[in-house]
C-alpha cells in the first residue's frame, strides 16, 4: 500500500479534459483521487511541493526500442523502462524486433514479466505482425494479445507484401488493434544510408527518396480503407506522407500517425560530415518537410509523437557511414527538444504538445493513463519548464549513447514521474518556487 | 598570407582556389624529376606512409608509390579485403593500430564514402583519400586539372564535360568541385539513371545527349561504365550505351572543334569510349597518367610540411 501523494500548487494540465489551472493533485491507491485548489492531505500523506512546476499525465511513446531480448548489451526491458521514466514517460511500446522476434505469446509474456519486475514504467509489447518478422505467415495476434501485445508491427522492416498487410488489417479488427507499419518500399530504399536529395549527392552516399515511404503510405491507407483496419504509421518523414494522410483522414480511412522529434527539427544537413549519429531510417529529410510535419502536428494529422528510441553500441556508430546502423535513442530527450522546438518555438501550445505526447497515443493503442480524470491511474509527470538544460549522454539512464542532441541546449525537462501513485524517477535540481 | 593544405587531403570541395593552384603550382618542379635517369629526390627522406587500400587498385596504387619512393619516403602497401560487414570495425581498428605505429602519413582507399575523413578525424598523421566510395578521389580531380592546364594553358573559362556514370563517381565530383573552383564551366552527360539528384544545383549543366556535349565542349571526361550498373538495372545493355553515350570517333568529327579527350581509367574500349577515340590524336590519357605522379609527389610534399617554394630546390637534392 503507498502512501497518498499530494502534488500542491502546480500549473495542472489534463489536455483530454482541456484542463489548465493551478492547482492540487491528490493520489490514492494508485489513481487520481482529485484536482482542484486547496486540497486537504489526507492522513500520512506525502506532500511536495510542485508550485512553478507542471504537472500532466505521464508522457506515453508507442514506438520504441529496447532491445530485450537478444542485445541486453544495448539496452534491456529495464533500462528503458527507466530511461522512459527519466524522460517523463510512464508507459511505452515497445518494438518486437528483438532476437528472437517477440511473436508470439510467450515471448509477449516474457517483456510483460520483464516490465513488471523492473517496476519502473510501464512497457507494453507490441507483437509482431508476421512470424519471425519475415513477411510470410502471420502471427497469432490472438494469444499475443492475450499476453498483453496492445498493436502488431514488423517495425524495423515494412510489412512488403500487400496481401498479408491487407489480412493483418482485417484480422486485427477481432481484437480492435491497430496495425503499425514502417512505411519502405524495399527495392527503392535498398542499399541507402540517409536521404535523397542535395547532400547525399555531395557526400556521394546511396539515397533513399521520398517515394520509398509515400509509396507504402499511400497503399496501406488504401488498404486501411478497404479492410476498415486501424492503420498506424510510424515515423512519417515526408511532406509527400502528410499530404496523403490529410487527404485519408478527409475520407475517413482508420488512419493514425507518429512523428519523432527528431524528425521534427533536424533536417539531412545534419548528415555533413558523415555524422553517424544522424543516420537514422527514415532519414532526416529537408525543411520543406520539417515545416510539412509541424504543420501536419498541428492540425491533427500527425496525431502523436514518438521517440523512435533506437539504442545501439558506442563502437557500432564508431564507423564510415554506410556501415553504422540506423537509429538514435530519444527517451531522454524527446520532450525537452519538443517542447524547445515546438512550445518555445511557438508551433504548438503547451497543452497542444502534452496532448500528443499522452492522451492522444494513448487513446490510439488503447492504454490506461494520458489523463487526470478522478479515478484513472495515477501515471503523471511534473515537469520543470524554467530551466535550461544542456543535454550529456553520459548522464542517460539508457545503456546507450548514440544520439545527435549532444550538448544541445533544451528547455523542459521531467522532474517526477509518478507510476500509479509511486515516484518512479525524480530529478535533483528541481527549480520549483 | 601563405596557403597551406591543413592536415589531410580528403576531398577538393572545401580546397580554395588558392589551395587548388598551390597544388597544381607545386607539381610543376616534380614533373621533370620523372624525366631524370636517377627518379629520386630526398624530400621525404625518413618520413613513413602507409598505403591502405581496402579496394583493389592498380594504377593509383602504382601512381601513389612511384610518388612516395621518387620522394624517398619508406613506403609499407596494405590491402585489405574485408568484408562489407566488417569494413566498419576493420576501420576503426585499423586506424588504431597505424597510429600506434607512428608512421607519418596514410594514404588510403575505401569503399564507403567517408572513410578517409573518419581515418583523418581520429589519427594525427596526415591522411590522403585516394578514393571513398562514391564521394572523391581528390588527386585524380587534380591531375585531370594539371592536364588540362597543360593542354590548354588554363582552366578559367574552358568547358569541360563529364561522361557516364555520374551517380557512382568519385572522379566526377573532385572533377566538378575542382574545376568550377579555378573557374571551369562544367557540364554532365549521361542517362538520366546515372545522374545524381540535384546535380545542376551544384553549378553544372546536364546534358542528356552525346551530341549536344560534343557540341559545347573543349573537354571530355570519360568515366569508366562499370558492367555491373548494366546488372543492377541502371541501363538495359552496354551495347545500347555504346550506341547512345559512346565517345566515337564519328560524333567527334562532326564537332565544331577538336575536342581533348580524357579517361580516368581503366578504359573499357568499346564500351564507353571508341579505341580510336582514346589513341587518337587529340587523347590525354597518358599524360593524365603521367601527371598524376607528379600531383601526388606536390600532394605529399606540401601535407609534409614541405614550402612551396622549396619545391624546386627539395627536388635537386639537399642532402
Excluded at chain 2, 590522403?128 to 592536364?147: C, F, R, S, W
Excluded at chain 2, 581533348?260 to 582514346?278: C, F, K, L, Q, Y
Aim: hydrophobic share 40%.
Amino acid at each position: 500500500m503507498t502512501r497518498p501523494l499530494l502534488l500542491r500548487g502546480g500549473r495542472v494540465i489534463d489536455p483530454g479534459r482541456h484542463l489548465d489551472r493551478v492547482a492540487d493533485v491528490l493520489v490514492t491507491d494508485g489513481k487520481i483521487a482529485g484536482v482542484e485548489p486547496g486540497l486537504t492531505a489526507p492522513e500520512g500523506a506525502e506532500v511536495r511541493d510542485v508550485r512553478g512546476l507542471v504537472v500532466a499525465p505521464g508522457l506515453v511513446d508507442v514506438h520504441v526500442h529496447l532491445r530485450e531480448p537478444g542485445n541486453e548489451d544495448e539496452e534491456t526491458v529495464a533500462t528503458g523502462a527507466r530511461a522512459a521514466a527519466a524522460g517523463g514517460f510512464t508507459a511505452v511500446c515497445a518494438m518486437p524486433n528483438t532476437d528472437p522476434v517477440t511473436d508470439n505469446q510467450a515471448a509477449v509474456g516474457f517483456i510483460v514479466r520483464q516490465s513488471v519486475r523492473a517496476g519502473l514504467s510501464r512497457v507494453y509489447p507490441i507483437g509482431a505482425v508476421s512470424v519471425g518478422q519475415k513477411g510470410e505467415q502471420l502471427a497469432e495476434f490472438g494469444e499475443m494479445v492475450g499476453a498483453g501485445a496492445v498493436a502488431v508491427s514488423d517495425d524495423g522492416r515494412p510489412v512488403v507484401s500487400g496481401h498479408l498487410m491487407r489480412t493483418a488489417l482485417e484480422y486485427a479488427r477481432t481484437f480492435d488493434i491497430p496495425v503499425a507499419d514502417h512505411c519502405e518500399e524495399p527495392t527503392l530504399a535498398a542499399g541507402g544510408a540517409m536521404h535523397e536529395g542535395l547532400v547525399s549527392t555531395r557526400l556521394g552516399l546511396k539515397g533513399i527518396p521520398a517515394a520509398a515511404e509515400e509509396i507504402m503510405v499511400a497503399r496501406d491507407l488504401l488498404l486501411a480503407e478497404l479492410t476498415g483496419g486501424h492503420v498506424h504509421l510510424c515515423h512519417m518523414s515526408t511532406r509527400g506522407s502528410v499530404e496523403l494522410i490529410r487527404h485519408a483522414k478527409a475520407r475517413g480511412v482508420r488512419v493514425s500517425a507518429e512523428v519523432t522529434p527528431h524528425h521534427l527539427c533536424l533536417t539531412d544537413a545534419a548528415c555533413e560530415g558523415y555524422d553517424t549519429h544522424a543516420k537514422m531510417n527514415p532519414p532526416l529529410r529537408e525543411a520543406e518537410d520539417v515545416a510539412a510535419l509541424r504543420r501536419g502536428l498541428k492540425d491533427g494529422t500527425i496525431d502523436c509523437i514518438a521517440s523512435d528510441h533506437a539504442p545501439h553500441a558506442y563502437d557500432e556508430k564508431e564507423a564510415a557511414f554506410d556501415d553504422a546502423p540506423f537509429g538514435i535513442v530519444g527517451l531522454e530527450t524527446a520532450f525537452g527538444v519538443a517542447h524547445t522546438e515546438l512550445v518555445v518555438g511557438g508551433v504548438l501550445t503547451l497543452p497542444e504538445l502534452l496532448a500528443r505526447m499522452s492522451a492522444i497515443p494513448a487513446g490510439l493503442f488503447h492504454l490506461p493513463g494520458g489523463s487526470l480524470g478522478p479515478g484513472t491511474v495515477a501515471d503523471l509527470c511534473v515537469l520543470d519548464l524554467n530551466a535550461p538544460w544542456v543535454v550529456r549522454s553520459t548522464a542517460f539512464h539508457s545503456k546507450s549513447r548514440n544520439t545527435p542532441f549532444v550538448n544541445r541546449e533544451l528547455v523542459g525537462r521531467a522532474v517526477l514521474t509518478i507510476v500509479a501513485g509511486r515516484v518512479v524517477h525524480e530529478h535533483e535540481n528541481v527549480t520549483a518556487r | 598570407m601563405t596557403v597551406t593544405l591543413g592536415k589531410d587531403l580528403v576531398g577538393l570541395e572545401f580546397l580554395s582556389a588558392d589551395q587548388l593552384r598551390l597544388i597544381l603550382d607545386t607539381a610543376e618542379p616534380f614533373k621533370e624529376v620523372s624525366e631524370r635517369p636517377i627518379k629520386k629526390v630526398p624530400a621525404l627522406r625518413g618520413k613513413t606512409i602507409v598505403n591502405l587500400f581496402f579496394e583493389p587498385s592498380t594504377r593509383t596504387r602504382i601512381s601513389f608509390e612511384f610518388a612516395e619512393k621518387r620522394l624517398s619516403a619508406d613506403t609499407v602497401n596494405v590491402a585489405v579485403s574485408g568484408s562489407s560487414v566488417s569494413k566498419g570495425e576493420t576501420l576503426v581498428d585499423t586506424a588504431k593500430n597505424l597510429e600506434a605505429m607512428r608512421i607519418d602519413m596514410v594514404v588510403i582507399r575505401h569503399g564507403a564514402s567517408g572513410a578517409a575523413q573518419f581515418l583523418g578525424n581520429r589519427i594525427r598523421s596526415n591522411v590522403i583519400n585516394a578514393g571513398d566510395g562514391k564521394h572523391e578521389h581528390p588527386t585524380q580531380g587534380l591531375l585531370d586539372m594539371l592536364t588540362i592546364r597543360d593542354k590548354l594553358g588554363k582552366i578559367e573559362g574552358v568547358n569541360v564535360c563529364l561522361v557516364g556514370d555520374i551517380l557512382h563517381s568519385r572522379v566526377a565530383r573532385s572533377n566538378l568541385w575542382g574545376l568550377t573552383k579555378l573557374g571551369a564551366r562544367v557540364a554532365v552527360c549521361g542517362p538520366r539513371s546515372l545522374l545524381p539528384r540535384g546535380i545542376e544545383q551544384l553549378g553544372v549543366r546536364v546534358f542528356g545527349r552525346i551530341e549536344e556535349a560534343i557540341e559545347w565542349a573543349d573537354v571530355l571526361n570519360v568515366l569508366r561504365l562499370q558492367l555491373e550498373r548494366m546488372e543492377k538495372g541502371f541501363i538495359p545493355s552496354l551495347r545500347e550505351y555504346y550506341r547512345v553515350f559512346g565517345v566515337t570517333m564519328e560524333r567527334l568529327e562532326r564537332a565544331p572543334r577538336a575536342l581533348t579527350i580524357m579517361h580516368p581509367g581503366p578504359m573499357n574500349r568499346g564500351v564507353e569510349i571508341d579505341s580510336r577515340v582514346a589513341d587518337g590524336p587529340h587523347s590525354v590519357i597518358l599524360d593524365q597518367v603521367t601527371n598524376g605522379v607528379a600531383v601526388r609527389m606536390a600532394v605529399l610534399y606540401l601535407l609534409a610540411g614541405g614550402r612551396p617554394e622549396l619545391a624546386d630546390a627539395a627536388k635537386g637534392g639537399v642532402e
